[in-house]
């Protein structure tokens, strides 16, 4: 099949879990003897690495066409969605698939000509603190065009799932993100440039946005007198401002480190490493980096919110959403001395990369794109 994906950043990249997944799925299409075709986003990469991302015109047997659009950030993904849109429509494809609410805006146009149209709602981006009023019409605009033209919805988690049926009344696929097993490294590269030796720090891995929780743990990271350090490792995605704020808070401690973006070898071990995993959301899709944690058997901390909870299961510590006095009293505990964890890394592990499988999620979506046209109206009827 030729197959389009429209609403993610960029290819290869690590700027987020939608990017994570496009390229996940894509590679493995590729790799089965389908054609796909990526639709990358001009504009800032978050290594510094723009200029060779933006030159790619194929990667691992997927063909990347780069599109144009606005640094102004309530304009970027519309500028660059409603163009890839129109270039996928000439380009003869079995099926386009959107990503995120944003980009499913202009999913009505390929459905006018009859083209078979798949939706990822990644997570109900409208929700996120990042975003202004028109930012969060244009998404809710998206969504609702999804729930009411896409041929099949996937949907990432069981309360999206219900979401779309009490809200539109639409019939979802439950597709999960996947991981594969990690290869545990040893601490290298951290060592040189943090003084990091292994289970000596926390670790917070992902995009440095409000919705995240980030100001949450850093508070009562502070407040807990722990004695390991605290690694705080990702970009901004559109809240540099909210970034700064943080960076000011934790100013005068010496044992909490911002690393920035990271990938590679830093990243593998960063993880590898970590005595414990943290991540404070308020809100999430499926979160991608809870899954790589695990993966690497981490220890990890999580709020309480469904969409955490449903991925870890029994095998993550949990705090109450938003209570920044629930997460200190839990960062005491279980950082304390003589503290035993119930899980062993192994069987962390064990339990993630077998119930997330990659190459099973390929083949679930594949039959998607194959399955019988839905909604075949396009009004919806």
Request: charged share 25%; hydrophobic share 35%; aromatic share 10%.
């Amino acid at each position: 099949m030729k197959i389009a994906m429209i609403g993610h950043k960029r290819i290869p990249s690590r700027e987020g879990g939608v990017e994570r997944v496009v390229e996940e799925l894509a590679v493995r299409m590729a790799e089965k003897g389908h054609k796909p075709c990526v639709y990358n986003r001009k504009g800032h990469h978050v290594s510094g690495k723009e200029n060779d991302v933006q030159k790619q015109k194929a990667y691992k047997g997927v063909r990347i066409i780069t599109v144009p659009t606005m640094e102004k950030k309530s304009l970027n993904a519309v500028v660059y969605a409603f163009l890839a849109t129109v270039h996928a429509l000439f380009c003869h494809y079995d099926v386009i698939h959107f990503h995120a609410e944003g980009p499913c805006a202009f999913l009505w146009l390929p459905r006018l000509f009859r083209i078979r149209t798949v939706a990822t709602i990644h997570g109900l981006d409208w929700q996120r603190a990042k975003w202004g009023g028109f930012a969060t019409r244009f998404l809710k605009y998206g969504e609702k065009t999804a729930a009411k033209y896409a041929n099949e919805i996937i949907v990432l988690s069981p309360e999206t799932q219900r979401y779309f049926k009490q809200t539109y009344k639409r019939e979802t696929v439950y597709i999960p993100n996947g991981v594969d097993r990690a290869v545990v490294q040893k601490p290298k590269v951290i060592k040189e440039k943090y003084g990091l030796s292994g289970d000596d720090y926390l670790l917070f891995l992902a995009r440095i946005v409000p919705e995240k929780g980030l100001h949450y743990l850093i508070e009562a990271y502070q407040r807990s007198g722990c004695a390991k350090k605290l690694v705080i490792a990702g970009g901004s995605s559109h809240s540099d401002g909210y970034f700064e704020e943080l960076r000011k808070s934790g100013e005068g401690n010496p044992d909490i480190i911002f690393t920035g973006f990271v990938q590679g070898k830093e990243l593998e071990e960063l993880y590898s490493n970590c005595y414990l995993y943290i991540l404070p959301s308020d809100v999430e899709g499926m979160p991608i980096s809870l899954l790589e944690a695990m993966s690497y058997g981490a220890q990890c901390l999580v709020s309480d919110i469904p969409e955490n909870t449903g991925v870890a299961g029994e095998y993550a510590s949990v705090f109450a959403k938003s209570d920044v006095a629930d997460l200190k009293e839990k960062l005491c505990g279980l950082t304390a001395d003589g503290h035993a964890f119930v899980h062993t890394k192994q069987e962390i592990a064990e339990y993630i990369t077998e119930k997330y499988k990659w190459d099973e999620i390929v083949e679930e979506t594949l039959k998607l794109y194959q399955g019988s046209n839905k909604h075949e109206n396009i009004n919806g009827e």
